[in-house]
């Protein structure tokens, strides 16, 4: 069974600029969870989607936002991007109902704001 | 969700057992205790979790104390594929959210 995937693997934006990340999580996993990694805050939830409903958010700026398709790939968008929007952005699938849900994540996407 | 408290780094052997300690003084009855690792640069690896017994799997044992306040992570053979840094987290069954603290950085030296 493939992974969870996440495109672009890395990306260089400019401050202002907008950007959107993609996953694609694994097949029959149904909720999504997207986190944020920096070397000084370390790992943070951003939010999780469940049948293309945002159901968790974390405590980041409107300017971050998601969204769920109905065969459960979800992108996420930062708008009028600030340097310190640089960081490792991961993507985490779960198959929800299962005795336990443990969560898969993707490799990241790198994203570095100039 | 319960706080977890784990010493930033230790370093062990190629080939004897790392034992990673944790502490979650603040644990609530139905909270489970989960332990994820990353190696450098790529996303979390689950290990395994644990709710009051003592648990097994092909890649680590976890020790979760009577009273539930800390638990050790055993890695029984350590080998230099193991250096990551290793989370310790407790959160209820069912939900999605996982809070991340700093972990610790386990080295493994030849």
């Known amino acids: 069974k493939a992974g969870v995937t996440q495109t672009p693997r890395y990306l260089i934006k400019t401050r202002g600029q907008q950007v959107t990340l993609s996953c694609s999580p694994i097949s029959g996993h149904r909720s999504v969870s997207w986190y944020q990694q920096t070397p000084g805050q370390g790992l943070q939830f951003l939010f999780e989607?469940?049948?293309?409903?945002?159901?968790n958010k974390g405590n980041f700026p409107g300017r971050f936002s998601g969204r769920q398709f109905s065969n459960s790939r979800s992108e996420m968008n930062v708008s009028t991007l600030e340097l310190g929007d640089s960081a490792l952005y991961l993507c985490?699938?779960?198959?929800?109902?299962?005795?336990?849900?443990?969560?898969?994540f993707g490799p990241g996407t790198r994203l570095t704001v100039l | 969700d319960a706080k977890t408290t784990q010493p930033p780094s230790m370093d062990c052997a190629e080939g004897r057992a790392a034992n990673l300690p944790c502490n979650h003084s603040?644990?609530?009855?139905?909270?489970?205790v989960y332990w994820y690792r990353q190696i450098h640069s790529q996303g979390p690896q689950y290990i395994i979790h644990?709710?009051?017994n003592n648990e097994t799997n092909e890649m680590a044992s976890l020790i979760i104390t009577e009273d539930r306040k800390s638990s050790t992570l055993i890695l029984p053979h350590a080998t230099l594929r193991d250096t990551a840094v290793y989370y310790c987290?407790?959160?209820?069954?069912?939900?999605?959210?996982?809070?991340f603290g700093q972990g610790t950085r386990l080295t493994i030296n030849p």
């Open positions: 644990g709710l009051k």
């Open positions: 987290i407790v959160r209820v069954e069912g939900a999605q959210k996982l809070v």
């Open positions: 603040t644990i609530s009855g139905n909270e489970y």
């Open positions: 985490a699938s779960s198959l929800v109902g299962a005795v336990y849900n443990e969560q898969f």
């Open positions: 989607y469940f049948s293309e409903t945002q159901r």
